[in-house]
């Protein structure tokens, strides 16, 4: 199985800041990577597939970037609805796996 | 839309089986999938079937214990989860690919079960 390894688990920021998460694959997946928002009482939101391609209406201020093992996500600045948790998820190989999750909290 | 149901609280070893109703597109056209979340933890994927129901994939935590179906005559995707173990707690989502890259596009709001004697 391909492990997903995100990080940091939690973090705190402030509105404005520029936020960045990342997710390591224990295997090559290409590009097949995506990202997930989740709020509270919610099922997660898809931001991001193909590494860097945003769902739509998503907000411009997500990016993500990589490919083969190493990808990140990044808010390039931070508002209040942004926080949230944060998935990744390798989609390249079955069984799919998603990352531990990176808890974005205010400071 | 993706309407999930049939959840419940059950005893260890009893079955359940969850209902995904779909609404708005083709459910023909698409594959499907079920992702569980237990309360307070992470995101795990837990089967996969093909457009046509020719394929199915499993977790291996579920393999044997839960099976994947679908009836594309009746938009509803289906989880047969027999011989349930407490750690089998979980929200159950249902979730629609999209239909060339393959990444999740439209989860539904879930279903809670409960494994508890």
């Known amino acids: 199985d391909i492990q997903m390894t995100q990080s940091p688990s939690s973090l705190s920021a402030s509105l404005g800041d520029r936020v960045t998460i990342t997710c390591r694959a224990s295997?090559?997946?290409?590009?097949?990577l995506a990202w997930f928002q989740q709020k509270p009482g919610n099922p997660p939101k898809p931001l991001i597939y193909a590494a860097s391609s945003l769902h739509s209406g998503v907000p411009s201020r997500f990016s993500g970037s990589g490919s083969g093992t190493d990808f990140t996500l990044t808010i390039s600045s931070l508002q209040p609805e942004d926080f949230a948790t944060y998935y990744c998820?390798?989609?390249?190989?079955?069984?799919?796996?998603f990352g531990g999750g990176t808890k974005v909290e205010i400071k | 839309q993706l309407v999930e149901s049939g959840g419940g609280v059950v005893q260890p070893g009893r079955s359940l089986r969850l209902s995904c109703a779909a609404s708005?597109?083709?459910?023909?056209?698409?594959?499907m999938h079920w992702v569980r979340q237990a309360p307070g933890k992470g995101l795990e994927w837990v089967a996969v079937i093909s457009f046509d129901a020719g394929k199915t994939y499993y977790a291996d935590f579920v393999k044997g214990r839960f099976t994947i179906s679908r009836d594309n005559s009746k938009n509803t995707l289906s989880l047969q989860m027999n011989s349930l173990r407490p750690e089998d707690t979980a929200l159950y989502y249902c979730v629609r690919e999209t239909m060339v890259l393959h990444a999740f596009e439209i989860w539904g709001q879930g279903t809670m079960v409960t494994v508890s004697s």
């Open positions: 998820q390798q989609y390249n190989t079955y069984p799919l796996t």
């Open positions: 708005g597109f083709t459910f023909s056209a698409f594959t």
């Open positions: 295997k090559g997946i290409i590009n097949n």
